[in-house]
């Protein structure tokens, strides 16, 4: 049985377009289960946060970042949300924010495991983008897992 570390790792060996095609997918999932507790608008913002509080949780947003987390953004904010923007949005999101603790004590108080898993895999999968995981990442990761 493949641990979480291992699923981790084996996702710094995708390729951006692999992850990428991940993050588009799963978001959809989690967006489906995130549906089942609240309306359209706040599913798509703890997506949103979660994601941004993700890229940044490192201290620093790469292009890989944000070249795999593109298809949340730009379905959440818009066709055409550049590097810039986005970069503006993480710095008023603030992974330290209660709008991030906010966001994550709901997703790991009230959502189910399908739910789960797949913001999970979205993090993961922002965190490899760059093809290696730092503690900070872990750290981060871990605290999703609740």
């Excluded at 990428?20 to 309306?39: F, I, K, P, Y």
């Excluded at 292009?63 to 730009?74: C, K, N, Q, R, T």
């Excluded at 986005?86 to 209660?98: E, F």
Aim: hydrophobic share 40%; net charge negative.
């Amino acid at each position: 049985m493949q641990t979480l570390m291992d699923i981790l790792n084996e996702m710094t060996t995708k390729s951006k377009s692999e992850l990428r095609s991940m993050v588009d997918n799963l978001a959809c999932t989690a967006l489906e289960g995130l549906q089942n507790n609240m309306d359209f608008k706040d599913a798509c913002y703890c997506i949103l946060t979660t994601v941004l509080a993700t890229v940044s949780a490192d201290g620093y947003f790469s292009s890989d970042e944000y070249y795999v987390a593109l298809p949340v953004i730009e379905a959440i904010c818009g066709e055409g949300c550049t590097y810039d923007q986005t970069l503006q949005l993480i710095k008023n999101t603030g992974i330290d924010s209660a709008k991030v603790r906010n966001a994550m004590d709901y997703l790991i108080d009230h959502t189910d495991s399908t739910t789960k898993s797949a913001i999970f895999l979205i993090c993961g999968a922002l965190c490899a983008a760059d093809k290696s995981l730092n503690d900070k990442e872990l750290s981060w990761l871990n605290q999703l897992v609740g």
